[in-house]
């Protein structure tokens, strides 16, 4: 399948065959004028991948917000000695103050340090973020390699129900799905887009299935005794699956914005708990009076989306050479 | 506890004297849009241990189709076996269930094919490929697959094999892929290899090398060889016996030097002497005239009718049984003595 062949540099192809006479039979030895085998390590897509991605300024750029954005939401602390969570920090008496040396981002409308909240709202939407995409990649991608590969009825089944989905305008559809569920939180959110997202990964996995399994290497297989299940997991998904990691990575982001927008609205994470969608929700009443605990929360939140989605391109470039 | 392959069909022998592999009266068809595309109607030809049989035959003729009929990697639908018995050993093949067809291919009856590169999968190196026999079949360890995956990449003769078996298919040339696609059938030692045009992607020079290899590794090992070709001179000095192949049915089955003395059907006639020659040099070259049939609607009598200088009037309405001309030989042609006889119709 040659839109997978590693792109990556050149590989030295080490030609033993055309020597122009023919390997004498019963011959131990490999014809004469052989080199030694190439150096270097072997070239999977994988390592050919990587290796591309590490020269890409784009790659390392969003690579290292992710990074930063991962450690802060790891470990928030390091990062603010306020404890956002403990009311006593806030006093309402220095609300909306601007932005200073006591509060970095200023403060909002009950008298919190914006900063403290920005820094440990970074979680959330990072555990919906990943989660969302785990989930996803998961159930699509698992049904999507069962319909691929089996086509027929069990294909025509999940394909007619991921259209169903398909139909359900997404915002809607998780703003039902959170009001079944009462409370908001990091999981429900996640359930919500889990739910109404998979089957875009579903289709992508299907359609990159489809297309691997009628590769001779697949026959082959069979031919030499592969059994299904060997098949589908060991020759068709190592073959199918670089779409899917391309469309999650980019996803990732998107699920991070809508997070926040479903806080935004009130459904998704609930007060007590922090998250940037209901900082921007609780400071735009008053976001004329006070700026800051609007802008930080929504600044963090387009820089996170963007980190994603370039780290999203970045690994499709290096992935499907094809589309550059 | 999964059934082995010696349980689903008896390791040696099996009923009386059945050959090692019979394929009798076999038809394949495939049901597509514009209607039944009837692939093969009734072939059958015997294979004995230690034997060649060359299956020789331009494209459409339907012998890739039978090879995988006999692999049973047809996909069903849109293929359909309307008829017809696979016999290895004496046990119908086409009557055992996925699983047991399974514990067969690639332990029992293995299978090469044209283009090694995309018969390679791109994404595993070669020694894992190889490996890969000996972890599912055999159950053996990583490490252990890994050293019987070099022992056969020696064996194939891949130079260097133990630094180049972590090295993927697309490092290799083409002679080399083809000799791991090789290794690979050869693995767990099978009874049966069908090699569907193994030497078609190849130089020349590489393909007298592949065919050599085959051609010992079947003496070491006196299994049976399938060699599925177009290509005449591919067959001579490795054949036992041919098959030729024209629309879906077989038209000669002839020890292999007999064929190349005097061919028994128009249509092997005609094949030989389009091998174009030397002393040609300047002149038009022969050409069987007309075209393959369409296999959504076969030409009535004998298929090849329309394209044959022996033609009668008989040959449009009448099909030809499969003569004997002796008891190794075979011709589907109502007027074989004068094929022959080499007197031209």
Redesign the interface.
Known sequence: ?SD???AGPP?P???????????A??TPE??PD?K???QGK????WSDAWYDLRRRPLFIFSSVLILILLVIAVFPQWFSSVDPFNAATCQLAQARNPPGSAHWFGTDNLGCDVYSRTIYGARNSIVVGMSTTIVTAIVGGLLGLIAGYRSGATDTVLSRTTEVFFAIPPILGALLILAVFRTGNVWTVMLALAVLAWPMTFRIMRAAVIMAKN???V?????????PG?IMF??IL??AVAPVIVVATINLGGFIAAEAALSFLGVGIQSPDISWGLMIADARDRFLEAYSPLLFPALFLSVTVLAFIMLGDAVRDALDPKLR | MKNTATEVVPAEGGLGNDPLLAVDNLHVEFATRAGLVKAVNGVSYTLNAGETLAVLGESGSGKSVTAQAI?G?LDMPPARIPLGEVRFRGTDLLKLKE?AR??????RI??I?Q?AL????????VGWQIG??FR??RGMSRRDAETKAVELMDRV????AK??V???P???????RQRI?IA??IA?DPEVLIADEPTTA??V??Q??IM??L??LQRESNMGLILITHDLGVVADVADKIAVMYGGRIVENAPVHDIYRTPGHPYTKGLLESIPRVDQKGQELYAIKGLPPNLLDMPSGCSFHPRCPYRQDNCVTDVPELYEINPTRNSACHYWREVLDGTDG
Do not use: W
Not at chain 2, 118 to 125: E, Q, R
């Open positions: 399948m997978i062949r590693p590989h192809e080490t030609e033993h065959d055309a020597t122009g006479q023919a390997v039979v019963g490999p014809p052989v030694p085998a190439k072997p070239a999977s897509l590769q001779d290497y026959m082959a297989a069979r031919a030499l005794g592969a059994g060997r060991r020759h190592p073959n | 692999m990697i699983e399974t514990q067969i291919r690639g332990q293995a299978m094919f283009d995309s018969a390679l999968n791109p994404v595993f190196t890969e026999m599912v079949h003769r891949i130079p260097a630094q180049r972590n090295d993927y697309h490092q290799f040339s083409g002679g080399m696609m690979m059938s767990l190849l130089d020079t590489v007298a090398q050599e290899l051609a010992e």
